[in-house]
C-alpha cells in the first residue's frame, strides 16, 4: 500500500493539535505556575511573579491541606487494601463454576456505571439516613441505638464504604480477566495432586495475577488521588476536614470556597504537581516491588 | 448435562452466599430508592416506604422533571453526550487509522502521549483550560462538548487503533486496484468494518460524559447550561428549604435511568470492553 503523506497528516492533525491543547499545554503551564506566585487562574503569565518553592512550602505549611492529605492517604491504604480484596474474592467467587456467572459479574459491576452522583445520595440518603436509613433499621431490629452514621466521627468512614461499594466492580473485572488468562489444566492438575481450594488461590492463581494485582494498585492510586466527588456529596455546602482531600483543597483555592480568603492559582498548581509526583512514585514503587511474574503459563 | 451436580453446587454453597448478599444489597437499595420515589416525605420519613399506602405518587416524577428543572439538566446531558461521542470520533478515527496503517515521522511519539495523556489527572489541566477558555471567551455549553470531545480523544483514537490494526490489508489493496482514493476508502471500507469498536467506544463515551462531574462542577456558571451530576447536587443542596424528599429521589431515579438502561441491554459488551482495552498485566 502507497503510503500518502498529505493523508497522514491531515488525518493526524485533529488529533495532534487536541493533545497540545487539552494535555501538553496545560500539564507544562500547571507544572510552570506551581513556581510562579500567581493569585487568579485566568492571571495572564505577565502577572506571574517568581517565587521558587514558596507555594509547596505554603501548602504543606498548611493544616487543612496535611489532613487533606492524611484522608487520601487513609482511603488510599485502608479503601484500598478492602476493595482489592473484596474484588479479588468476588473475582474468584465468579470464576468457581457458579452458576449466573454473567448475571452476578453485570450486577456486581453496576454500580461503576451509574451517575456517581446518584450512587452517593442512595447511600447518603437512604443507607446512612439517621430516621429512615437502611443500617438504622438494621441496628434497631438487632435491638441497638441508632447510629448517627454521618455524625463528624463517623462521616470519613461512611463516605469511605460508600466509596469502596462503587469501586469493586471494577477491579473485580480486571482480575476476572485475569484469573480467565490461566490455563484450567493447571487447576486440574493440582486438583489431581490433591490440592485444595486455598491452597491453588496461594499457590496458583496468585503469583499468576501478579501483573494484574501491580495494575490494580496503580489503577487505584490514580483513583484515590483524583477523589472528589465523594467528598462534595458527604460535605455538600461547606467543606469539613473529616471529608476533606487534596483535590478539594486545591478545588476551594483555586475556585474559592467557603472559609478561603484568597485565592491563590499558584497553590493550587503545586497541589495538582505534589498529587502528580506521588503516582508517579507509586507506579514506580509498584513496579519495583512487584516483579513481573518469570512464571510462563 | 441436565442433571444439576447437587454435590457440587452444594461445595458452591459459600460462593453463592458471597455473590448474593452483596446483590440483594444493591437490589435492595435501588429498589427502596425507586419506592420511595413514589411515596410522600411522610411515608419516606415514618419507613413505611414499600407499603404505597396512598397510592403512587407518580406526580414526584412531574415535579422533579418540571419544577426542579431536572428536564432542563437532562437536556443538557443528552446535548452533551451525544455530541461529544460525534465529535470524538470525528478526531479520533482517522488518527486512529492512519496511526495502524502506517510508520511515520512523529507516529510513535502520538501513539505514546495518547497512552499517556489517558492517565493524567484532570488537576493538572483544569486551571490552564479555564484560563485559556476565559481568553478566548469560550462559554457556555460550547465550551463543555468541546472540553469533554478533547478530553476522551486519546481513549478512543488507542482503543480504535487496536481495532484497525486487526483488519486485512487487503481491502485496500482491492479498493485501491479498483481506483477508490485512499479517504474514500477510509470511510467507505475500513469505518464500516470496525463498527462493532466504534458501538462500544461511543458507549463508554456516553456513560462517561454522562456521568462526569468535575469539569461540569467547575465550568457550570448557570441553570441553562448544568448537567445531570451538578443539577442532582444543587437539587439536594435546597432540599433543606423544599423538604420534598419523595421529589429528590424521584430526580436521583431519572439521572440514574439511562446508563442503567443501557447496561441492561448492552453489560456484555460494556463488560468486555472495560478490560478488553489496554488493561494487561
Known sequence: MRKNKSMIFWFCLPAVLSLLIMFVYPVCRTVLMSFFQVESVTSGVGEWRFNGLANYIKIFGSQTFRISMKNMLLIWLVGGVITLALAMLMAVVITSGIRGKKFFRAAIYMPNIISAVALATMWIQYIFNYDYGLLNSVVRLLGGDKVKWLGSDMKFWAMTAAFIFGSVGYYMLIYISGIEGIPQDLYEAATIDGAGQIKKFTRITMPLLTGVIRTSITFWSINTTSFFLWTKMFSPIDTEEYTIVPVVYLYDIVFGGKGVATRDAGAGAAVGVVLTLIIIAVYLIVNRLIKKSDLEY | MNNINWKKELRLLPCYLIV?????????????????????????????????????HWENYATAWRVQNVSLFFRNSLLYSVLSCVGVLAIS??????LARWEFTGGRALRIGLVIAMSVPIIMIIMPIYSLAVRWGIKGWVLLVVLYILMRVPYTTIYLLDFFATLSRTYEEAAYIDGCSASKTFLKIMLPLVQPAIITVTIFNFMSVWNEFFMALVFTTNEDMTPVGVGLLNIINSMKYTGNYGGMFAAVIIVFLPTFLLYIFMSEKIIAGVTGGGVKG
Do not use: D, N, Q
Open chain 2, 20 to 56: 448474593c448478599v452483596w446483590v440483594v444489597f444493591t437490589a435492595i437499595m435501588i429498589f427502596w430508592i425507586l419506592a420511595a420515589s413514589l411515596s410522600t416525605s411522610r411515608e419516606i420519613f415514618s419507613g413505611e416506604v414499600h407499603k404505597f399506602a396512598t397510592g403512587f
Open chain 2, 93 to 98: 478515527a482517522p488518527a486512529a487509522y492512519v
